[in-house]
């Protein structure tokens, strides 16, 4: 920036913007670094991956030619700024439901004829053929939506028969947690029905995560879990046939040159879409500001004193999984080689949403209680409302655990933060007085489907929330005091819920 040579205003000293000579000149007029980042950049880079889009079936779903594309869109464009990105590969395993079938052993007692049911996503295969054993079930339920907890205790299967089906009801504790009970007792397929609350009588439908289960598991609505229950010496044959294949996807990581790897401020964004649709502002708007990002800081020649590392992940939608082969290990555990050097992760999932908010990750915990706020992750927030305050512009909080890549990196306690302009919730009365838009209708209403196109963004907003990002990373980047500190690692073990949906609810009870 040009220095001002002669008493300006104090009120002038404050703006970022450069100030007004008498004559009404801007003496300042040097753009920031983040005014680099443009709207028209950042758009021509969604028009291309709208193309790819376009040209693979409409979507750029993790491991489809639209995803592998859009890799090579952003090698590309990286290799022309004169970086060296690096495309990682990670293993995936592929869960194909190729058939199933259950049936009642001999004659099948009143509402047992047909039985109508759900395979847990990730449900193991075989063919098993045994008693059901009920496991501290409650009918009628005594209360509301989760006030049972059948088989959420491993104490809920003493006296449990080795070999036979558990029969257990949904509510309290997350599947995954009943199925694990059950297969330490030495179930041999597990049977979870609804729980019996108005809204929670139909089939039961869910995923387990942590990798696909070793017995059969399958969901039945409450009246067959009842009548299950309530018939004596029940046995079924459960028949679940499935392919597991492991397939390679892929990360990309760039390092920009300079600055202390011993202090590395690491900016993400998932590449992949949903099926659905072609995924622009989910999340192609992130995608195209770290890239515009890293050509800009190239073509300013910025000189970080701190080592900023950018990375493209695969496979968020399908459970946020490129991002946990970069933050733990093969064996699931913390990946101390990338975790050691890191200081900071910037998320950015989601910047362009047609009726979107300017929200800013909660890093205090001042608004979201969720046990991993830390001085590090409220520096990185403060960091963006001084930014936003000093454009004039509002914003909200969004919780720091939220289902997206910084889910990891907020559990092992490393300082995270990031932007998010919104996506399925209906954009709220105080909401529209702050940021306009429609109260009522979806920050973004076409998230996740096929209308997710560029047409569904707002390019203003985009380019705000692009330019904040921005700011905020050269700041980071540029800092030479030390980091503030993270919080203590959690236990993936014991994983709390992010907020939000996302595709597979993987945390579903
Ligand atoms: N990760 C979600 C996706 O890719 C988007 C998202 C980010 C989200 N933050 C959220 C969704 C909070 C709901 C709530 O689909
Ligand atoms: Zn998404």
Known sequence: ?????????????????GCPEPDGELVNDEPTFAEQITESALMDHLTSLQAIADANDGNRMFLSGGYLDSVDYIV?????????????????????????EVQVNGEPPAGLEDINFSVFELSGQGTVTAPL??????????GGANSTDSGC????FDGFPAGNIALIQRGTCTFVQKVDNAVAAGASAVVIFNEGQQGRRDVVEGQLDGGIASIPVIGVSYGTGRAMVEAANLQLTIAIDATISVTTDRNIIVDLPGGDPARTVLVGAHLDGVEAGPGINDNGSGSAF????????????????NHVRLAWWGAEEEGLIGSSRYFYDDN???????????????????LAS??????????????????????????????????FDEQGLATRPEALLISSDSYWPALLGIPTGGLFSGAFQPKTDSEEDDFG??????????????????GNTNPVLYEELAQAGASVIVDLAMREEAFPSGNTRRSTRDLPKPRGCHDHTVWDR
Do not use: W
């Open 1 to 17: 920036m040009r220095t001002v040579s002669r008493p300006i205003a104090l009120a002038c000293l404050l703006a970022t913007m």
């Open 133 to 142: 054993s009920a496991v501290s079930v409650t009918i009628p339920p005594s």
């Open 153 to 156: 205790e491993s104490a809920d």
């Open 354 to 387: 047609g009726n979107g908010v300017r929200m800013v990750y909660d890093g205090d915990g001042s608004d979201f209680d969720d046990g991993v706020d830390s001085d590090g992750s409220a520096l990185i927030e403060e960091m963006f409302e001084a930014y």
């Open 437 to 454: 838009g429609d109260e009522g209708t979806a920050h973004d209403p076409c998230y996740h489907q096929a209308c997710d196109t560029i």
């Open 76 to 100: 590309q464009q990286l290799e022309d700024a004169g970086l060296e990105p690096v495309v990682e590969t990670f293993d995936m395993e592929e869960y194909t439901l190729n058939t199933a």
């Open 290 to 305: 770290l890239l515009e990002l890293a050509i800009q800081m190239q073509d300013q020649g910025i000189d970080p004193t």
């Open 332 to 350: 699931g555990e913390p990946n101390d080689a990338n975790l050691s050097t890191l200081d900071a992760y910037l998320n950015f999932d989601m």
